[in-house]
């Protein structure tokens, strides 16, 4: 597979609908290297389908998305280029942790596939594990190899949607230096949280979003939670 690269995504005028009702109207925003960027907003906000799109899963049903120069129909090369983290964590239950990052691994042509494998189960704090099956993991354990999944790959683009869900104190900090470590690494991250403690330390930007809008853009330095009350209470009160 030839592997391409980019240095930025950028989202311009970008809309879809489903019927009648529109879940994102006319967004507009960029990501850039080295770069985490926070997409904040209450369900139905607009968050999981914005994902989507950037994933390549969706297609906008208008404005444009670009990668670097690419569009998402670039095919198979700009999508190996790209890590997805959703609620369907795509694991194989009868089989081991080791077993599905490996499979995944291979997949994306990653060479040496166990070792890849063994690396990201270390990472993860579930080396001891690895040869146990996923159906006997908890759901934080299952949530911390499923994130393993997205990025065996070492994408330029990590999409996560809730990764901290079912998280105990001790594997969200492990998941807070992985997410630090992928952006000096030169990553763009974007990721869809309701923690707003925790995404206070982390994010370099913020988007506030409402039914499908972008309502403000924020570059983060404490106080993200009056921020957001500030911003989606001011919405409501309309």
Known sequence: ????????????????????????????FRASRGMILGLLGPNGAGKSTLLAMLA?????????????????????????????LGHDLFLYPELTARENLAFFAG???????????????ERAGLDTRRDDPVASFSRGMRQRVALERALIHEPRLALLDEPFTGLDDASTEALLSRLRALRDSG??????????????????????????RILETATTQGGLRSTYRSVIGREIGR
């Open 56 to 84: 390549t899963l969706l297609r906008p049903s208008s404005g444009t998305i670009r990668y670097g120069t690419l569009e998402p129909s670039a095919g198979p090369g700009l999508r190996a280029r790209i890590g997805v």
């Open 187 to 212: 990553a763009i991250v974007i990721l869809a949280t309701h923690d707003l403690d925790l995404a206070d330390g982390l994010l370099d930007r913020a988007l506030f979003l409402r039914d499908g």
């Open 1 to 28: 597979m030839t592997s391409v690269d980019f240095d930025d995504v950028s989202v311009h005028d970008v809309s879809r609908h489903f019927g009648r009702r529109r879940a994102v109207s006319r967004m507009t």
């Open 107 to 121: 997949l994306y042509g990653v060479a040496d596939t166990d070792g890849r494998a063994r690396a990201a189960l």
